[in-house]
């Protein structure tokens, strides 16, 4: 397996700045500008209260580093707003505290505890998390307590839920869109880097791992449908346990036999992922390795020793890295406490955005007001234009909203954005282990 390391060729385009980016999707006069700390807290208002901001997520446990980049750049957006005054509201000022709860490990019994807990505190009306649960169960017990619940993933067990009956969840929003995108735009973009001359594969053959959680398994199986669909052959699929596989020698062993062009694990966490390109690294093939999100992680990038170069994911709903707010928001969170995940700027425009809710007058107390003022919004935000579909509470996904965003391991083993063509910072380039 073969590619060009200077050039996109059809698929980069001339480079378009984050700046005119910007310029060109504020202009749309149905989106709202991306709230900043100066439009939120800028008013004559002296009267203050200090109101209580939930955070619901698996603090211990795999995947810790998650909830805790999700917390802490919620905490700098929340640390940012008081230091202004607070945020401007209809008669008065808020400040805002941070209330963790510990969805430990992501099991049932602790997502209920974290819950009951949240929702007995006085002045917390609002939940944020990154993901609680595998399944989005507590979908149910926000929508009791009329709970406003701003989720940033787990998308399609969020759309199975609320579905069958939108107007029973009035207060629950995903801020990550439908997981179509992440099997739909992977097997066509690859076509077009074959096509384009960047990527040379001696036949399109793919090996499929996938996870058994409702994540990695819409993935995994929608990927396969869709690379056979656009004329690859699927050599190879299992299901393994999530966050269980601790030795991958014998799938490692099988992919060996087929020698695929591709390979696709979508067992997303950082330790079970970096275990896999470790084992997979004692002896590779000339396959182009894709791994859903786990390389977002520091932590992936740390265990695999910054060895993982060439290596492929995907995001949705996550911050455009070549935007100057990404940019800002990221260094923030690198200088208080290293570099961070896709979690480190989400968790801070989560806060914005619930900020955002009461700046625009919505009493922080009645939470079926800030309920709909979130699935009201249509607002610019580092991952793109946010707004939501009301059959599904999900983020709307596209070019026009939020795009598919394909990252690869370059330099040093960071992440570098590499499509879509307006918004990549470089281009693909060919593993070390393929060449």
Not at 11 to 36: E, G, N
Not at 190 to 195: H, M, S, T
Not at 311 to 336: C, H, P, Q
Request: net charge negative.
């Amino acid at each position: 397996m073969t590619g060009k390391s200077g050039t996109l060729s059809t698929l980069k385009c001339a480079a378009i700045t984050s700046t005119v980016l910007l310029a060109a999707t504020a202009a749309r006069a149905d989106m709202m500008p991306a709230p900043t700390v100066e439009s939120l807290t800028t008013c004559d208002i002296t009267d203050t209260e200090t109101i209580k901001v939930g955070i619901m997520a698996p603090m211990t446990g795999p995947t810790a580093a998650d909830a805790s980049d999700y917390s802490r750049a919620a905490g700098i957006a929340i640390e940012e707003i008081n230091a202004a005054g607070g945020v401007c509201g209809k008669d008065k000022r808020y400040m805002l505290e941070i209330v963790e709860a510990d969805a430990t490990e992501m099991r049932n019994d602790a997502v209920v505890t974290a819950f009951r807990r949240l929702n007995s505190t006085e002045d917390l009306n609002v939940i944020l998390t990154p993901y609680a649960s595998t399944s989005n169960f507590e979908i149910d017990l926000m929508a009791q307590e009329n709970m406003p619940y701003l989720i940033s993933g787990g998308a399609e067990s969020t759309k199975a839920i609320i579905e069958k009956d939108p107007d029973k969840y009035p207060t629950v929003w995903s801020r990550v869109p439908d997981y179509s995108g992440y099997f739909t735009d992977l097997p066509p973009l690859l076509n077009k880097l074959i096509d384009a001359g960047d990527l040379t594969v001696p036949a399109k053959t793919v090996y499929i791992i996938g996870s058994d959680d409702p994540y990695g398994t819409t993935i995994a199986t929608g990927l396969a449908r869709v690379f056979k669909e656009v004329g690859w052959e699927v050599v190879g699929e299992e299901t393994v346990p999530f966050q269980s596989v601790t030795d991958w020698r014998t799938q490692i062993a099988k992919i060996r036999e087929v020698n695929p062009a591709v390979i696709v694990n979508t067992e997303w966490s950082a330790s079970g992922s970096a275990t896999f390109f470790n084992q997979f690294f004692e002896q590779p093939t000339e396959s182009l390795v894709f791994l859903q999100y786990a390389p977002s992680i520091p932590e992936f990038q740390t265990v695999t020793r910054n060895q993982a170069v060439g290596v492929m994911y995907n995001m949705l709903g996550g911050a455009i890295d070549s935007r100057d707010d990404t940019k800002a928001i990221s260094a923030k969170f690198a200088e208080k406490y290293g570099p961070g995940g896709y979690f480190s700027v989400a968790g801070y425009n989560a806060a914005q955005l619930y900020a955002l809710c009461i700046n625009q007058g919505n009493d922080p107390a009645d939470r079926l007001a800030i309920g709909a003022c979130f699935g009201n919004l249509d607002v610019d935000t580092p991952s793109g234009r946010l707004a939501f579909d009301p059959a599904t509470h999900l983020a709307k996904q596209g070019d026009d909203y939020m795009p598919t965003l394909f990252y690869q391991l370059q330099e040093d083993g960071k992440p570098a954005l590499i499509a879509p063509a307006p918004v990549a910072q470089a281009p693909f380039l060919t593993s070390p282990w393929a060449q």
